[in-house]
């Protein structure tokens, strides 16, 4: 029976991004910060900052004060553009 969601086949985790972190905090000598949103599962590290619904590493603070959510794009701004034939870039 196929399932009418988009998640319609289960699949493993891709854990490339976790040896991405593992290698910068042990081999990286500058500073770095990698993002990700949140996985359906809990973080295997421990993320620095938490943002939203981003998680950031990093190996240096940063204020998250600074960041501020972009403007979420609602159906009728797609539909406006539809009805105007917008095609894309």
Known sequence: MVKATRHSTKKYPDFSLYQEI??????????????????????LI?????????LFWSNFN???ENFSPPPALGKSYLFEDVEQGYEGA
């Open 22 to 43: 593992i290698f910068l905090q042990n081999f990286f000598k500058g500073k770095f910060v990698i993002e990700n949103v949140k996985p359906y599962y809990e973080p």
């Open 46 to 54: 421990k993320p620095t900052q938490v943002v939203g619904r981003h």
């Open 62 to 64: 940063f204020d998250v």
